[in-house]
Structures are given as structure tokens and as C-alpha cells.
């Protein structure tokens, strides 16, 4: 690859890995703990990652159980939960909180399949304007002593970075729904 496009790869890298990121907070139809990585608990103040103040584990496939560090934490990790958007309402033992997933219905999977395709559109939206970015740049060395067909290579070379970052996103998706779709 070339240096000049280095800079583009690394920035469509980025935007796969947020892709990721984001696909994996989608619940399909079993319990999976990734779906409270953006839920912050206020921990003495400083909002924080559940994870950091809790042992999160999966004893079931449609249970996610949360064992806060502290016994105080219990009440704010329940509030984090009922305040977010997942939809399920904690149980709280006393020692323990237990998220349950129910059977998604086939009208809710749909919905489900429409928003990871919204996100992976977003994503390559994305990837459209990093190639935009970096086609301004090429365009930007006329002049230099670059050359026309070098400059034309490099165009070439930054469609295909892109074109194989897009095809990228249309798997990540098509998985994603599959794993959606599926009961």
C-alpha cells in the first residue's frame, strides 16, 4: 500500500472496529454482556463502565447475572439499567442483579435487522467521506512532483481500499442479521 494512503486505511480501519463495536451491542436472541458495554453507572460520582464495578457473567443463555464489587452499587447499577434503552427490567436479589432476555418475536427481529443495516449504511457512509477526504488530498498534488498517472494509481488504489472496507461492512451486517434472524 501506499505511504500517502496510509493515513485513509487507518481512518477505515477506525470505522470497521466502531462498526464492531456497535453490531455487538445488538441482542440477538441469546444473552450477550457486550450490550451493556455503553451503560455507565454513577460510581462516587464519575460515570463508569458496569464492567469496572462489577463482575458480569452469562450462568444461562437468555441471563445475564451482575455481581457488583461493592453492595452499595447495587441500587446504581439497577438505576443505570432501567434508565438505558435495552428494554428489560433488573431483578435485584439483595446481592445480585439477573437481566433476563425474553424470546424475541419476529416483529422485533425485524426491527433489529433494520438497525444493524441503518448502522452498517452509517459505516459506509463513513467510508464514502474518508474516500472523499482522500481524493480531495490526491487531487490537492497537482503541481507536486507527482505524477498524472501516479496520482491516477493512487485514486485507483484508494477505490479499492474502499470498495474492500464496503464489502467488509455488507458481511459484518449480513452475519449480524443472520444471527438476528436466527431463533
Do not use: H
Amino acid at each position: 500500500m501506499n505511504e500517502r494512503l496510509k493515513v485513509y486505511s487507518d481512518k477505515m480501519e477506525k470505522t470497521m472496529t466502531n462498526l464492531d463495536g456497535d453490531l455487538a451491542t445488538v441482542r440477538a436472541g441469546r444473552a450477550n454482556p457486550n450490550v451493556l458495554n455503553k451503560i455507565m453507572v454513577n460510581y462516587y460520582g464519575t460515570p463508569t463502565p458496569i464492567q469496572q464495578v462489577a463482575n458480569v457473567s452469562v450462568p444461562e443463555p437468555r441471563m445475564i447475572q451482575i455481581s457488583p464489587w461493592e453492595k452499595t452499587m447495587l441500587g446504581e447499577i439497577e438505576k443505570a439499567i432501567q434508565m438505558s434503552d435495552l428494554g428489560i427490567n433488573p431483578t435485584n436479589d439483595g446481592s445480585l442483579i439477573r437481566l433476563s432476555f425474553p424470546e424475541l418475536t419476529e416483529e422485533r427481529r425485524k426491527e433489529l435487522v433494520k438497525d444493524v443495516k441503518k448502522k452498517g449504511e452509517n459505516a459506509k457512509v463513513a467510508l464514502r467521506n474518508i474516500r472523499r477526504d482522500g481524493n480531495d488530498a490526491i487531487k490537492k498534488l497537482k503541481g507536486t512532483d507527482v505524477s498524472e498517472d501516479e496520482m491516477a494509481d493512487l485514486e485507483d488504489e484508494l477505490q479499492k481500499m474502499t470498495d474492500k472496507f464496503v464489502k467488509n461492512v455488507d458481511k459484518a451486517v449480513e452475519v449480524k442479521s443472520d444471527e438476528v434472524m436466527t431463533v
